[in-house]
């Protein structure tokens, strides 16, 4: 891509993060729907605070990924979209791994495990839709398309196992809710992504795939509305 095509590319979506930071950069209202969506009901201001901290450590780098992805992918689409939600929740994840400040709960008296953030069924699912997309890509001699379904699928893992280790802050139940969320949507991310990669042919078998993998993203990103009685 030209130099001045990459700045003009550059300029538009990175215009684009900011407006959505702006209209987007969460209050108390939406660190409250967030904890209610995922199974904390009433949520008292500090966890309401703990969910406001969460949500703006992942949107405040949205701007500055949407200005540097576009012109490493040579466009914008669907494909940017996915990149900024993945590395923006790395990023937040990484950060979140330094021990809070000052004193701190314990969420849970036994640690997290892998099972209790993301349900054995999406581990699943994440398992066969990444090898059957690695699979089929690499019997196709796909290996661009190959490289970045197998990145993606690490991404997302690493991002899930950075949710279960980081250092327990607040509330039980708040603590829990926002590492499920942060471990089904980036598993449910990595599902949706390889089933897009893994058939990129414009024929019904390929329809098939990537509708099956929409409806394995929308089954596994969707809020738990009650969290486990130990929480």
């Known amino acids: 891509m030209p130099w001045d095509n990459v700045l003009a590319v550059a300029l538009f979506t990175g215009l684009i993060g900011l407006a959505i930071l702006i209209v987007l950069w969460p209050g108390e209202k ?13 949520p008292d201001a500090a966890e ?12 405040l780098w949205y701007p500055w990924l949407f200005l540097a992805i576009p012109p490493v992918l040579e466009g914008t689409g669907a494909g940017t979209i996915v990149a900024t939600l993945l590395l923006g929740g790395l990023i937040a994840e990484l950060f979140a791994q330094r021990p809070a400040r000052g004193p701190r709960r314990e969420a849970a ?24 997309a690695i699979v089929h890509l690499a ?59 893994g058939w990129p042919a414009g024929n019904l078998g390929s329809l098939v795939v990537v ?13 738990v509305k009650r969290l486990p009685a130990a929480a």
Do not use: M, N
């Open 139 to 197: 019997v196709t001699r796909q290996w661009t398309l190959l490289a970045v379904a197998a990145g993606t699928t690490l991404l997302c893992w690493v991002i899930t196992a950075l949710a279960v280790r980081r250092p327990a802050v607040g509330e039980p139940r708040a603590d829990l809710a926002l590492r499920r969320r942060s471990g089904r949507v980036a598993i449910g991310l990595g599902i949706g992504t390889c089933a897009a990669l």
């Open 30 to 42: 939406h660190g409250k729907r967030l904890l209610e969506r995922w199974g904390v009901p009433d």
């Open 48 to 59: 309401v605070a703990l969910a406001v901290r969460y949500l703006k450590r992942r949107r």
């Open 109 to 132: 008296l036994v640690p997290r495990t892998l099972r209790d953030v993301v349900p054995v069924w999406a581990l699943v699912l994440s398992g066969l839709a990444s090898a059957g």
């Open 211 to 223: 509708v099956v993998g929409l409806a394995a993203f929308l089954a596994v990103t969707a809020p």
